[in-house]
């Protein structure tokens, strides 16, 4: 009997079989991990893509404004994720009411438009001094907010907790984004009634940033 290889205990597995299942099991978080990586290089490069392309494609918008030419102001129709019209122009106060707005709405009438983003520390820091303005330029503006590179459930949460006095709408894909030539938020458009863009601004705003911009905008020509 001793010659004897043993019996083979019940529901146990052959050694080489129990070998490749504990390689399996090593292997299989390393294949995740790798997986998870590719995806995370993959998007990122995604995003770069987006940016150098929506940056480049307004660039000569953006050129056009420097140079003070007062080009156009691209044109939009977009949902509206936040519908306060109260402060705005009385004929276009009941623009957006089906859900919508394009900027054709708002034609014969000063508006301020300011790109922005929940998770955007900036587009917080400069809000009260758009809320201070849009409430002293009382029905002689319309100040209008664009949502971009955001989720509408923490964009509504944002115009919430700010009271934010003005609509705003969203734009999810990169069209606006691109159109503008934008290179981050908050950017800010200043259009006058004509639908030209009379002055742009990067970056956060201060009230007298805000006002010297304003005051451009309210002496351009109504017609």
Known sequence: MSGLDPAPIAGASPPAAAEETRSRRRIRPTHVA???????VAALLALLVWKLVAGSAGAGFVKAIERGERPSAPAFDLPVIW?????WPTAVRGAGDDGRLSLAE???????????ASWCIPCKEEAPAFDAAARAHRGKIAFL???????????????????????????GTPNSYSA??????????FIDARGRVVAHAVGALSRRELEASITALLAAPAS
Do not use: C, K, M
């Not at 708002?106 to 922005?116: A, I, Q, Y």
């Not at 503008?180 to 458009?189: A, H, Q, R």
């Open 34 to 40: 790798q997986a998870a990586a590719i995806s995370l």
């Open 83 to 87: 519908n306060r019209t109260e402060l």
């Open 106 to 116: 708002l034609r014969g009438h000063p508006v301020v438009l300011n790109f922005w």
């Open 145 to 171: 907010g664009l949502d971009v590179q955001d989720l509408v459930p923490d964009a509504r949460r944002f115009l919430d907790t700010l009271d934010v006095p003005y609509a705003s709408v969203r734009d």
């Open 180 to 189: 503008y030539g934008l290179t981050g938020v908050p950017e800010t458009y």
